[in-house]
């Protein structure tokens, strides 16, 4: 089975620091992913990489068909094929929950008003939200506004889903509410790539775990490896970790 998403030999600096290090991995269609590691070993960048957000300085990488490491990327198909979703929901304060989820429908997808309208009420559901449909995002939880961010993403359809620490700016209980909703997905076959610091949640719900560890891969594998760590340094980081 031919890989979705395929880093080889990544490689990306800020100015001196070099964050990347060679960075390889293949993830296929319907797995879910957790990267895991320090603040500080690269996760956040690889997964920026994924969606052309960061241009890298060697290596290559190919998303959806899309090859990301050099020549001209069609930002508006790529930006289809792969939803993010950050830890700082982005939301358009002055729009409805539904006027932010059509918003990208309208301009980017070029769907009818009342394609978007359908759309809009979909992912909703799908996250639990069809009540909060006209409310503005100060008037909702930090968790439920998480869980319009992940409907936005989903509306365009994508092939794959990126996570950048979703759940990091949210009290456990809403950690809860949004991690469900991505558990969710997960058992609806939806190819998942997440950055995260909740240890018992990739064990459970991620097929592969990759833990990262100054710029490199470190150790990979199934999610035992969060159990049974080969390397002193993946010992030490689920020592704290879990």
Known sequence: MSAIVKLQDVHK??????????????????????????SGSGKSTALRCMDHLETINGG?????????GSGKVDLRQLRQDVGIVFQSYNLF?????????????KHVRKLPKSDCLVKADYVLKKVGLSQKADCYPEQLSGGQQQRVAIAR???????????????????PQLTGEVLKVIEDLAAGGMTMILVTHEMAFARR????????????VWESGGPEILTQPKTRELQEFVGTGL
């Open 13 to 38: 600096s800020f100015g001196d620091n070099e964050v990347l290090k060679g960075v390889s991995f293949d993830i296929q269609k319907g797995q879910v992913v957790a990267i895991v590691g320090q």
């Open 153 to 171: 993403s989903l509306a365009m359809e994508p092939q794959v889903m990126l996570f950048d620490e979703v759940t990091s700016a949210l009290d």
């Open 60 to 68: 290559s990488i190919e998303v959806c068909g899309h090859s990301l």
């Open 205 to 216: 719900v991620a097929d592969k775990i990759i833990f990262m560890y100054e710029g490199l």
């Open 93 to 105: 304060p002055h729009l409805t929950v539904r006027q932010n989820i059509m918003l990208a429908l």
